[in-house]
């Protein structure tokens, strides 16, 4: 007997894919960082540094290793819309994360000013989860260009989201 499975059609999707970026500088950078180990060690050293070489390239290493693994804590995002709810997939660099969520027990998606360290300010668009958590849908330094993406989040929530009230 064949069985029918259903699929549930995905209406809309939403991404925030700027976390491969970093992960790629950072790969970039450990790569470059590994051949110039090697270089060091096939050659005895660095001669103009001489027996400075090893706690350099030792220091090199550990700010390698401290942005790889603030890298690994950002995720790609991925949101599907449909009819039934809610898909709300996270992958990170080592593991990943899904749930579904009634779209009813979602809040409105809402723009954030954020300023980071330098001073400059950033806006975030960001969808508030049922279980506590928020995910940073869009984020950009033109508030607009974040508003205009949240209207359209939350356009497409009411549209095609049963049960969706904010």
């Known amino acids: 007997m064949v ?3 259903s699929r ?3 209406r809309r999707v939403f991404r925030n894919d700027k976390a491969v ?3 790629l500088f ?3 950078s450990i790569g470059v960082l590994g051949c110039f180990s090697y270089l060091a060690w ?3 050293g660095i001669p103009q540094i001489g027996r400075w070489t090893w706690p350099l390239l030792g220091v090199f290493w550990l700010f390698c290793a401290g942005a790889a693994s603030g890298v690994a804590n950002l995720s ?4 599907e819309l449909s009819a039934n709810g809610v898909q709300v997939r996270e992958r990170f660099l080592l593991n990943a994360r899904s749930a579904r969520y009634h779209s009813r027990d979602l809040g409105a998606p809402r723009v954030e000013r954020v300023i980071d360290s330098d001073g400059d300010e950033r806006f975030d ?3 508030d989860l049922p279980d506590g958590r928020r995910v940073v849908v869009f984020e950009s330094a033109d508030r607009a260009t974040v508003q205009r993406c949240c209207d359209e989040l939350l356009a497409s929530l009411r549209a095609l989201c049963r049960g969706f009230s904010a």
């Open 3 to 5: 069985k029918r499975v």
């Open 8 to 10: 549930i059609s995905i």
């Open 21 to 23: 970026v970093a992960w």
């Open 26 to 28: 950072v790969a970039a």
């Open 42 to 44: 096939r050659d005895g």
């Open 76 to 79: 790609l995002l991925r949101i």
């Open 125 to 127: 668009g960001v969808l």
